[in-house]
């Protein structure tokens, strides 16, 4: 255990991440891991020593991370995939697997938002929202466990959301989807212990992220909707993708090896304020 003088001196030091969470060795897939969160995670991953398998339905953004990745020295490979479609995610595990010889990690990232309450959200919608966020999760985590197993053990990050513990209204099936993934989460971490394989969910609050720039153009005044964003957060702004990668990162370490089924709200205190209360004086 270190000692507190120990523990500051890490936490001062800029670098105490990078030296102490590293994968070296270690093969990671990461659904949408072409843009914002998954960018940033499949960036990091590759920067500590790891070979990531980049998913991700977006061709474009996906060959250009891998060459961003490959082009500071780390070592990517890129699948388009329909997460929704289990054959899809398979082959592309599949391919990692063949490719690097084992996989033993899955970060899943993949997600879509779209507007709507129980009367106004269309059956369209609501199977197209569960069938990234949910049915996705569930196809990368059955395509990746017999391989963790394989390898001994692993680990699975699910990429959930705040809105998984609380909702804005007009989100109907983005918030039950969100939910629904620390259902799984939990069951995963539970169903396969004995297997050495753990299993986590991170809670974002906002985050810029292209999906945050979309949700806000949707406002006739999308600046405002992004400084509502920033304001709303206790620490006075919304988060970077790269803060949240470092979190994932830490729950796929065997830093974390005691952590499974656990739920990281990583939002700025967002949740941990209370709503509409004034401010004392």
Partial sequence: MLSGLSSISILLNASWSEDLVKFDGKNVVVTGGAQGIGAATSKLFAKRGASVGVLDWDEDAGIRTVKEIEETGGRADFSRV???????????????????????????????????????????????????????????????????RKSGGGTIVNVSSVQALATQPNVLAYTVSKHALIGLTRSIAIDFASQNIRANAVCPGSVDTPMLHWAASMDRNPESVLQACNQMHPLGRIARPEEIAEVIAFLAHENSSFVTGAVWTVDGGLLAQLGGAPRAA
């Fill in 82 to 148: 329909n997460v929704a479609d289990f054959d899809s995610v398979e082959r592309a595990v599949a391919h990692i697997n063949e490719l690097w010889g084992s996989v033993s990690s899955l970060v899943v990232s993949a997600g879509i938002q779209r507007y709507g309450t129980a009367l106004t959200t269309s059956l369209e919608q609501w199977h197209e929202v569960l069938g990234v966020n949910l049915e996705g999760a569930w196809n990368a985590a059955r395509a990746v466990i017999p391989f963790l």
